[in-house]
């Protein structure tokens, strides 16, 4: 079955970074785009940043541009987020996303990982 799992998340000071990692299990990896979500308490999950399938092309929300960067390695079935200049505001629970099926697309979640900024 297909499995994400995420790791990397921790407590960082403003201005840090941190590196966020989503190891993908169950399909194939290098078949389809990937995606990083997050959720602060209180707001709505949001999309932070979106990956095609051979990493060619790459999306972004508004608030992280300029800031995050996502990448994978089809090789070894990760996706990765380096978040750079973080502000307190970026403190949420990220998670990874993937979009899976053959006739029909199902949502799949990884189970996420706290990141906090604050000094």
């Known amino acids: 079955q297909v499995q994400l799992v995420e790791s990397g998340g921790g407590l960082v000071q403003p201005g840090g970074s941190l590196r966020l990692s989503c190891a993908a299990s169950?399909?194939?990896?290098?078949?389809?785009?990937m995606s990083w979500y997050r959720q602060a308490p209180g707001k709505e999950r949001e999309l932070v940043a979106s990956?095609?399938?051979?990493?060619?092309?790459?999306n972004y929300a508004d608030s992280v541009k300029g800031r995050f960067t996502i990448s994978r390695d089809n090789a070894k079935n990760t996706a990765f987020l380096q978040m750079n200049s973080l502000k307190p505001e970026d403190t949420a629970v990220y998670y990874c996303?993937?979009?899976?099926?053959?006739?029909?697309?199902?949502?799949?979640w990884g189970q996420g990982t706290q990141v906090t900024v604050s000094s």
């Open positions: 996303h993937v979009k899976v099926g053959v006739f029909r697309l199902y949502n799949y």
């Open positions: 990956i095609t399938s051979t990493g060619a092309g790459t």
């Open positions: 169950g399909f194939t990896f290098s078949n389809y785009a």
